[in-house]
C-alpha cells in the first residue's frame, strides 16, 4: 500500500521516518500531477510547496494551531493530507472541492482565500484574538514571494510590532509570481537569498537547534540567537528592522531543515520570518522549465469534441488594440498589477517595453499610478480583472473619476470565471462602476465593438472603463452596421414583438439565441437589444423600445443588486407604465467553482430560462 493510501488522519505522518515523509512528499507530487492535468488547477505552485506542507503538519496540529494561506493556490498537498484525498480529483469543479481553501469545505482550512496577500493580516487577526482570549495555539501564516510585494502584506508587517503578538511566517520564496515578480524589493529578497551572513544566521540556528535541551536552556538558546543575529546582520535587514526576526535562508525541499527550524519557531516566543527558498513546479519537468505556463492550468479538453479554430481571448484582441493604438499614438501606455500573463500582454511588453509597466500584485497602486500616468500626459489602459479591481475602487474613485483623468480601466475577466469560483468571479465592478459620477462605462459583445470602444475611450477627455468577460472574443455577433459609438447609443439587432430582451457584453449571444428559438417554435419574435453603453445609460432609445412592448426582460452577467436592471425597473415604475419586468442576473450569493457553463445555467442565464419568461406573455396573447 503507498504512504499516502496508509494515512488516515495528518497526524499519522508524525510516526513517519525522515525517510518516509520524504518518499510520501514524492506520491503527493503524483497524485497532484494526475487530477491536475486532468482538471486543471495552479499545478507549479502546488508541486513546489509540497515539503513545506509535510513539514508544517508534522510540527503543527490543524486542529489546535492556526496554518493560513495566502492567495490558496498552492495548498493542495494539504487539502490530501487533511481529509480530502478520497475527493480530490473533484478539484475545481461543481459540487467538488475548491482549488482555494475554504472554512465551509474542511475545519482545517482556517481562512477563505483566493486574492492574495491577507494572510499576514489574517494571521496577525488570530494571534491577537489568541492572546486576548488567553489561548495558547501556534499561529503560521504562509505567504509566497510574489504576495508578500502587495501593500496589503506590508501594512501587515508593519503591523507586527504594535500588534505584539507571536506569530509565525513562513515565506515560500520561487522566485516567481506568475510571471518573473518585479520591484525594488523583489531585488531585495533575491539578495537575501544569498546572503553570506544570513547564510551564516541559518548555519547557526541549525547547528544549535539539533543539540537544544528539551525544554530548559530554550531561553538562553534564543537569546544567543538574538545576539547572533545582530552580530552577523550586515547590512540591515528589513524584517528585522520591522521588529521581526528573520530566519534564513532555508532549503525549501529539504524536510530535515524545514523540520528543525519549526521545531525551533514553535518555541521562539516573538514574530518570526522564515524564509525558505522553493522550485516552482518542483518535480514535474515542464512545469519547472515553465512555471509561468504550469502556475495555473485548464482541464484536459475533451477528445469526443470537435476541435474548432480557436478565437482569440478577450484579453489577447484587447492586447491587439492596444498595440495599434500604441504604434499610432505615443502617449498610450499599458499596466498590468502581476497578471501580463492572463491579461496576454506579452506581445504588447514585447513591442512597447518602455511604455509597458507591470506594478506587482498592486492592484491599488495600478490604479493610482495610471491616474498620475494620466495627469502627467499619457493615455494609460489599466488592465485589470473584475475581482481584483475589488481591491481598487478607492483608486478608481478618488484618483481617476473625482479628478476626470482620462483612463482607460479594461476589466478583463468581468463576469463569471468557472473553476477558481466565488473568490474570482467579477460581479461587482458594474454596480460600483455605475455609481462612480463621471465614469463612462461599456460592454462589447464582440470584437468590432471592442476596437471601437476602445477608439471612443482615447477620445475622451475623461476615464472610462470596458469589460469583457472570461474566454473567446467572437469576431461579429449580430449586424454588422451599427451606430457611430460617438453617439453613446444603444443598439436594437432584432425588431420583434411583445417581449423585448435588453443586455450587454456576454449576454447578447445568449439572447439572440433565445430569440432564434421562439422563431423555431413559433412564438412571436421578441426584440433584442444591445445596451452598449453602461453608463450613461441611452434612455431616449430605451424609453422608445420600452413603449412598444408589454414584456422587458433584462439578461445582466453581474449581481442583480445594484445592476442596470434595477436602474431600469426603477425607471419603469417612475414612468408608471404597465409592463412586465424582469430582471435576470445574479443572485444574492456567492457561486461556487464549476465550468462556466454550469456557472451561468445555475443564475438562470439559458435559452431555457429565457424562454419560460417569455411564453406567459405569448400564452396571454392567444385566442
Ligand atoms: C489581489 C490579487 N491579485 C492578483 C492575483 C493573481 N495571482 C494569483 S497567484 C499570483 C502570484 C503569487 O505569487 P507568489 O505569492 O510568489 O506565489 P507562487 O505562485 O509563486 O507560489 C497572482 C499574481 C490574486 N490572486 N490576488
Ligand atoms: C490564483 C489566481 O488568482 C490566478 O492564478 C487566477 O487563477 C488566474 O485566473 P485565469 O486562469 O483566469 O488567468
Ligand atoms: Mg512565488
Redesign the pocket.
Known sequence: MSLLGAIRDYRDLRAFSPEEASALCGELRERIIDVVLDRGG?LASSLGAVELIVGLLRLFDPAEDRIIFD???QAYAYKILTGRDDVFNTLRTWGGIS??PKHRESPFDHFDV???STSLSAGLGYAKARDIRGESHEVVAFIGDGALLNGLALEALNNVKSADTKLIIILNDNEWS?NRKVGGLAECLARMRSHSSYRRLKAFIKEHCRNLPKGEGIEAFLGRVKDHVKAVLQPSNFFEELDISYWGPFDGHDLEDIETVLALARRYDRPVLIHFLTEKGRGYRPAEENPTKF??I?CRPDPSLPKEPPLPSWSSAVCDVLRERAAADPRVVALTAA?M??SKLNAFARDFPDRFFDVGIAEGHLLTFAAGLAAGGLRPVATI?ATFLQRAMDQLVEDIAMQGHPVIVAVD?AGL??E?GE??HGLLDVCWGRAVPGLAMMAPRDVIDLQAMFDYAFTLAGPSMIRYP?GCAPLVVGPEIRPDIASGRAQCLVEGEETLLIGYGSTIPLLLEAQQRCLFLGLPSPSVVDLRFLKPLDWTSLDDWISTHRRVLIVEEGYAAGSIGEALGAHIATQGLSIDFKVIAVADAYIPQGTQEEQWKSCGFSVETLLSQIRPCHVSTAP
Open positions: 495552479h492567495v490558496g493556490h482549488g482555494f483566493g486574492h492574495s506568475i502556475h495555473g485548464s497578471m500573463e492572463g480583472y475577466r470565471v468557472g477558481d473568490t474570482h472570461r
